[in-house]
């Protein structure tokens, strides 16, 4: 077994490597990149930029100790016959799903803008879990594959903090993961949500997990 402690807020975190996984939410092109469907409705796409560094080394440092590695897409199909029509109906008609956009047709799957970041590229062997929602329990098989594998905690990362981050924390939280979010693997197109979104993790004792950073993690992981 290897178990590590992790010091994290509101308390430090046993955390058993064989039983943890990283979770990596959405680093999807159209969100992250100049020029992509997020850029384009206004958004400072380098504030979740800043996240790509200390989750590069994180994920190279989970590969090496053998840490279950999986990632996240959020899109819909070409049909949109998956995404509701509430959410489909909201924004402008130029920015909606399944429009297109400087990357292809916005949140589909298949298009450029849906892959993921080359920075951060599934290796051969790690699950990408297509999601048609905020979170990544919804609609998808991400919990029968935790399952499967004997994972009891996540280290929860991507973006954004306040939505699809927070959103699968607390999934996740429901489902009795431990989970853990490293504060400089994730981002937001608004700083003062991705702080609120880590003080609403780990207040009351840490009513959804912990919060922690690379830095402590990795020390950790040794």
Same mark, same amino acid.
């Given at each position: 077994m290897s178990r590590v402690i992790v010091e994290a807020e509101p308390e430090p975190i046993?955390?058993?490597?064989?039983?943890?996984?990283?979770?990596?939410?959405d680093m999807q092109r159209d969100f992250l990149e100049p020029g992509g469907f997020g850029e384009s409705l206004g958004n400072d796409v380098s504030l979740l930029g800043k996240a790509v560094g200390p989750l590069k080394t994180l994920l190279a440092r989970a590969r090496r100790k053998g840490v279950?590695?999986?990632h996240?897409?959020?899109?819909? /199909?070409?049909?949109?016959s998956d995404a509701p029509r509430a959410k489909v109906e $909201? !924004?402008?008609?130029?920015? /909606?799903?399944g429009a297109p956009g400087?990357?292809?047709?916005?949140l589909? $799957? !298949?298009e450029p803008g849906h892959d993921i970041i080359a920075e951060l590229y599934p290796a051969p062997g790690e699950?990408?879990?297509?999601k048609p929602g905020k979170g990544a329990f919804y609609a998808t098989d991400l919990h029968t594959v935790?399952?499967?594998?004997g994972i009891e905690s996540l280290i929860v990362t991507g973006v954004t903090t306040e939505v699809c981050v927070h959103t699968t924390v607390r999934e996740a939280n429901d489902r009795g993961y431990r989970c853990v979010v490293p504060s400089d693997c994730c981002g937001s197109y608004f700083p003062e949500f991705h702080e609120m979104g880590l003080k609403m993790i780990k207040a009351q004792g840490g009513i959804f997990g912990w919060v922690s950073d690379s830095t402590r993690i990795l020390s950790a992981m040794g």
């Open positions: 046993s955390l058993n490597l064989d039983r943890t996984a990283l979770v990596i939410i279950f590695v999986i996240t897409r959020e899109g819909h /199909r070409p049909d949109l $909201r !924004g402008a008609p130029s920015a /909606r799903i400087p990357m292809g047709r916005i589909i $799957r !298949g699950p990408v879990i297509d935790l399952v499967n594998r």
